[in-house]
């Protein structure tokens, strides 16, 4: 990557603010974002929607650079996607993105907010991103695909799972609400924490799946669900 872009994409420090907060980020928040970062640009016009929890913001990023780092080019299924800012971010960051589109049963009003705000901003991104109301395992993914879920509730991480496996498609969780009792642990919470032995799991079905997988984690002080895996399939 050059130089200059290099230096866009870095996340300058936001020493003693609360990251995590899930205050709604708004015009007063716009000094915490004077720098000259592409993080910076998202901060303002997301600051200007007025709409959307500074957990969010930060979470999104910091997902979405860690994945764009091992899966770019194709495109982007943002699963249970909620506002949609990850789909968002991926078709900002990765240019390779032909199309994003967030999938949500339930699509919450900020994505209306959210939309006109970024497309405003960067409208040829907005041309890429689109919103459906459906559940996400009626989608259709092919092996081109980069299917992301984060924080897509218990089983819904592992009905994501299972559409990009099936179709060899790249795959990207960030889980939370762990069911202990309803989702395989791989008989592995007697010796560590069951939230741990289920993500553990869904690892080991990637790599016999075939896929290599990278495990890594966002900021604690941003989210405590913060176990990222990213899987690629092997060549
Ligand atoms: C915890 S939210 C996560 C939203 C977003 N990804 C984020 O990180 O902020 C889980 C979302 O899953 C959605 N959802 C629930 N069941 C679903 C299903 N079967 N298919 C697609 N989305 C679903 C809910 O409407 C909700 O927006």
Redesign the pocket.
Known sequence: MPKMEKAALAEPSRKHWNRGSKQVLTSYDLHHFAGNTLLDAVGRTICGAACLPRK?LF?SWEVVRKVLRRARGGPVLD?????GL?GWLVALLDRTTPIATC????LPHSREQITAALSTRWPEVGLRVHYLEA???SMRVDDTTRVLA????GA?TDQALNLAVAAGARFSALP?CHSYRKLADGGLSGWVDPALAIDVTRVCRLRQAGYQVWTSTISTDVTPQNRLMIAVPKP
Do not use: K, N, S
Not at 103 to 106: E, I, L, P, S, Y
Not at 150 to 153: D, F, M, S
């Open positions: 969010e979470e699963l249970a996607c909620g506002h990850v999938v949500d049963t339930c559940p996400l395992d984060v924080h897509a509730c819904l939370c």
